[in-house]
C-alpha cells in the first residue's frame, strides 16, 4: 500500500523466507517483531484461507475468520505449545473459529426464518473438502502439523522439514502414517479420499486482505468489530478449555495427594501402637445394590439349552431393573463390561435403551465387538400377564405393536439403544446379518467389522459426549486393544474331502438393485454376510450405464462380492441380475444344488464346473450368451480367500409380503418378498485343521 508507513516498516524489517516457524514465532511473542508476524501471514495464509472458504464457502465470511485467526495468533502467541508447528496450531483455529462463524450463521438463519420464509439454501459441493478438514482436526498433533506442511500448504519433504525443525525422515514417516490414519477415518465416513484430498488445499488470499491481517499483528493496528467479537469468543473458548483440562490435573493430583496423606505410617519399632485399619469404602445405595442383584438373577433364570427368548420367568426381573431408572445405571456399566453372556447382553442393551441415562453409551460401545455371534433369532415375545406385556412392548425397540414385543439379539438391542440415546447411527445397520460363522478368517473378518463400527462410534462420543451427559467422567470409551490376528492363510484351491466344513451363509435373500433410489441392499459381503446401499457419488445419471468399474473399485476396499443391478430383457423390461465384484466363480449344474453338501465332503476329486463371468447368470452354450433370468449355481472363491456356493433364484418383482406373511418351501424361489429385486441363497465351505463332519 504506497505511503503506508507500516508497510514499509515491514519491507525493511522481513526476515529472511527460510527462517523457520520456531524462530518466528518466538520472535514475535517475545518482541511483538512485526515483521516475524508477516513471514508467518504471508507463509500460511494460503491455507489458513484455504480451510475458511471450505467450510463458510467464498465470501465475507471467510475473510473475516481469517483476518479473526490471525488476531488469535497475535494474542496467543506465547501459549503456542510447539512453535515450529505453527502452521498445523494456525489450522486448528481456523477449522475452530469457521465452524464458530458458520454455526452463529446458521442460528441467525433460524430464528430470521421464524419471520420470514428462507430463500432455498446454496448448492453443496464443499461437503466431502468440509469432511477432510474436520478430520486433519481432530486428528494427532504430530500427524497434523506433517499434514498440513505437506498436504495442505504444498512444501516438500526437504521444506517442511526446514519449516517445522525435523529431520526430513521424521517428517516422511508423520506424513506417510497421517496420510493413512486420515485415509481409514474418512473411508468410515463414506468419502472418495482422492477428490476429497484433491480439494484440500490452500486459496490465495488477496494483496488488501493480506495488508488487513498484518495490521492486527501491531498495537496500532485497527481491527473491525465483527472480527474483535468472534476472536474474543474464540479465545474465551480455548481459555476455558484450558482451565478445564488444568482442574482435571489439579482434581487428580488432590486425590492422589489425599490418598497418600490418608495412609498409614511406615513401619515402627515394636513399641508403637499399630496403625489404624484402612476406612472401608462408602457403602453403595440400596438401588445400585439392587440394580446388582437383578442383573445377578437374571443370569441364574435365563432360559437353557441355548434359548435366548425373554420369558415370563425373567421378564419380570428386567422390568424391576429398568424401574429402577438412572440408579441402575452403574450396574448395567458393569455389568456391560464384564459380561459375555449372549442373554444378558440382550437384556442389558434392552434395559440401557429404556432406561435412556445417556451416560451408558460408552459401555455400550466398548460391549459392541462382543455382540458379534453366531446367528440367533430376534425373538417376538408374548407374556400370559397384561401388565407385564404391556410395560415390555412399551419398552422394546419395534414400535408396531401388535400381538408381540421385541427382544432382540446383543446387535439389534444395541444398535437400538445406541440410536435413541444419542440420534445418531455409525453405520451399524449393515452388520444385522454379519454373524459368527465360517473359516477362522471369516469370522476375524466379521469381527473386525464390528470392532471398526464400535471404533466409529468411540470417536463420535469422544468429540460429542460430554455436551450429552455433561459429566467428563463418562466422556472416555476405551476400547480394549485390537486382537492380533491368528488365522492361518486360506488354501488357494476349493476345499473338500473329509475335512471339510460346511455351514453358515444365508437363504431367501435378496439383492436390491443399484439402480434404486433407497435402495438399502445392493451390496452383499460373503464372507462377512455385510450389505450396504450404493453411494449417491457412485450413482449412474439417468438414461446411463452403470458406472461399474468406479463401483468395482469402490467394492474392492469395502470387501463387497455381489451387487444386483439391471439389464433390458427380451421385451424391453428390465431384469435383476447379480454380478460379482472381484469374485472367481464357476458355473456348475443347478441340478447339484442339494448335492453339493455330500459330495464337497468326499474324498478324491470335486467337479469344479466352468469358469463363470462378472455376471452371475446361467450360459446357454447353444444360443451362446447367458440366461440371466433363469436360477444359476456357482462356486466362489472371494478376495480375502473364502469359498462356498451361491444359488442366485428368481426375480422379485412382488414387493407385497409382510410380516409373519406365508414363506414358500424354497425361499430362492419365492418370488414375493419384501423388497424388489434378485433372490439368493449361499453356503460357506472351509477347511478347519483338526476338524471334520458336519459343525
Known sequence: MPGDPLAEVLRRLRPAPDRPDADLVRRYATARDAAAFEALVRRHGPAVFGVCRRVLRPGPDAEDAFQATFLVLARK???VRDPAAVGSWLYGVAHHVARRLRAANARRRAAEAAVVPPAPPPAADWDDATVVDDELAHLPH?????????????????EAAAVLGWPQGTVATRLARGRAL?????????????????????????AELIEQALRVGVPAGGVPASILTLTNEVTRAMLLSKFKAVAAVLLAAGLGFAAVTAQPPAAAPAAQPPAPAKADPPAPTRQVVAARKLIDRLLELKPQGGGQSLEDDTAPVLRDLIRLGPAATSAVIAALDETTDPFLLRCLGYAARAIGDKRVVPALVRAFPKACLPSASDYGNVSADPELFAFLQAHSHDKRGGAHYSFGRPITEFRSALKALTGTTQGELELNYVSLSGSPRQRELQQEQYRRCAERWAVWWERNGRGLVGDAGFTPVGLPPRPKPVAPSPPADFPHGPRVKVGGGMSGCVLESARAAKAWAVFKDLDTGREGPLPEKLRAAPGRADRLDDIAAWAAEEGYDLMCTELAGPGGDSQYVVRGLGLTAWEVDAGRRGTLRDEVRK????????????LLAPFDRAAGRHAPGEPGLFLFRTREGGFGWVFVGVEVHDNTLQPGGP?????????????????????????????????
Request: net charge positive; proline share 8%.
Open 77 to 79: 502467541a506465547a501459549a
Open 142 to 158: 504430530r500427524y497434523r502439523a506433517a499434514l498440513v506442511a505437506c498436504g495442505v500448504e504444498g512444501r516438500t519433504i526437504r
Open 182 to 206: 486420515l485415509a481409514r477415518r474418512l473411508v468410515r465416513r463414506g468419502v472418495a479420499v482422492p477428490a476429497a484430498l484433491a480439494a484440500l488445499g490452500p486459496a490465495p488470499a488477496s
Open 603 to 614: 474324498a478324491g476329486r470335486f467337479e469344479m464346473g466352468r469358469p463363470a463371468g462378472g
Open 663 to 695: 414363506a414358500g418351501a424354497d425361499a430362492e424361489l419365492d418370488p414375493v418378498a419384501f423388497q424388489k429385486g434378485r433372490r439368493f441363497g449361499y453356503t460357506l465351505v472351509w477347511d478347519e485343521p483338526g476338524a471334520g463332519g458336519q459343525p
